[in-house]
């Protein structure tokens, strides 16, 4: 993918088929150790430790719709090909929790991408799940969650186009501004 932020979309998109009703995604960028790590965490019906064991094989995937599964495989390639790791947690009825750091030094690291994007499909993808975004930049930080949006716009979706616009746009602004932009 040419993108972290697809790779969170894919992973947080296993988390609504596990049936998560709350999903985290922080994603802290250190600027003096020059790493960006991203953690997904969801409350999901989990995994037993062979299928967590098993969902790094991109010729493996729980889905009846194709035979391969690439979007833990290739996250977990991309952080490993910068220097970083991967690691991967999951109890059946509990959850999962993916955690990748990142090199940023490196010539094989991607960049982030567009989070604000992501988080817009994510918040307006299944009413009813709880997503919280958190974002640190070298102590700076920025949190959005869904149900506070959802409480402000009342009967408003999160999926309308210009909730979603706005959401967007809001997120990537915030980030530009822990980031030190203005």
């Known amino acids: 993918m040419l993108e972290l932020s697809l790779n969170i979309l894919d992973i947080a998109q296993n988390s609504f088929r596990a ?96 989070m604000g994007q992501t988080l817009s499909l994510l918040f307006g993808t299944k009413a009813g799940t709880q997503i919280n975004y958190v974002h640190r930049v070298d102590g700076r930080s920025f949190e959005l969650k869904s149900e506070t949006l959802q409480n402000i716009l009342g009967d408003v979706p999160l999926n309308s186009p210009e909730v979603s616009t706005w959401i967007s746009d809001y997120v990537n602004q915030e980030i530009n501004i822990i980031r030190g932009g203005v």
């Open 19 to 114: 049936g998560a009703n709350l999903i985290e995604i922080t994603i802290f960028e250190d600027s003096y150790h020059k790493e960006i790590t991203v953690v997904i965490e969801d409350n999901g019906s989990g995994m037993t430790e062979e299928t967590a064991q098993s969902v790094t094989d991109p010729f493996f995937t729980s889905r009846q719709t194709r035979k391969i599964g690439m979007g833990i495989p290739l996250f977990k390639m991309a952080a490993e090909m910068t220097g970083g790791s991967f690691a991967l947690e999951s109890k059946p009825g509990i959850g999962t929790k993916v955690s990748a750091v990142f090199k940023t030094e490196s010539i094989d690291f991607i960049p982030l991408g567009d």
